[in-house]
């Protein structure tokens, strides 16, 4: 996991200069379309040095002597270059400062790819689920997963260390109250401990094991913390 967040962190801001600058030299490029061309008038002898450069532009003076111009694009104005360039850094400095660290990116992929879990299944009435979490947080909030990764920065920088936490995750399906724990757990220890904070009849609760993705499945969401909760 390290090794990809380096890579997302390295590659990124180049994938974003990239498709940026792509956009703004399509948007420079349709505004240069809707200018008159600039037409621009030939001195009567050659502004290069060269005598080659002189001959060839007397040889065509001569093959067109009614020619006093030549059509050239419009040039790109200076305040769009600006906005441009305003544009393009803009937008790799806020995926710099955007990027989340190191942590908070395993978070991220875990919750999109899908980690392990214990799965428990409370049925108990809706208007009852939130005083059972309450009961149930602080055995549920020790489910929960502390991520911690260590990377340089920068080749001349220390070690950076960072931390997050893989929450505890609650789904409410009418009087049916899921819960997914970060890791999986011994599900008899973890039901012994959730009866002795709160009891219910032991054929209210199903514990399981599989493989849970919060972000990719409906309606799961972080289990508050139990200050939060009171």
Request: hydrophobic share 50%; net charge positive; glycine share 4%.
């Amino acid at each position: 996991m390290l090794d990809l967040y380096l890579f997302v962190r390295l590659v990124l801001p180049l994938l974003v200069a990239a498709g940026v600058g792509w956009l703004v030299a399509r948007a420079i490029n349709r505004g240069l379309s809707r200018l008159p061309p600039r037409e621009v008038p030939l001195p009567e002898h050659s502004l290069l040095p060269s005598p080659a450069a002189q001959r060839r532009y007397r040889r065509l003076r001569k093959r067109r002597p009614n020619l006093r111009s030549i059509t050239l694009q419009p040039r790109i104005p200076r305040s769009w270059a600006a906005v441009a360039a305003v544009v393009l850094i803009g937008s790799v400095a806020a995926c710099i400062l955007l990027m989340p660290n190191g942590a908070r990116f395993q978070v991220i992929v875990e919750s999109l790819r899908g980690y392990p879990s214990t799965i428990i299944d409370v049925q108990v009435p809706a208007d009852q689920q939130d005083a059972l979490l309450q009961a149930w947080a602080p055995v549920l909030q020790q489910t929960a997963r502390p991520i911690v990764m260590r990377y340089r920065v920068a080749r001349m920088a220390g070690m950076t260390e960072v931390n997050d936490v893989l929450p505890v995750q609650v789904r409410r399906r009418g009087p049916v109250l899921q819960i997914a724990t970060a890791q999986p757990v011994d599900a008899r220890a973890l039901r012994d401990a959730l009866q002795d904070c709160m009891p219910l009849p032991p054929a209210l609760i199903r514990l399981h094991e599989r493989t849970v993705a919060p972000w990719r499945e409906a309606d799961w969401h972080p289990m508050a913390a139990p200050h939060a909760a009171e």
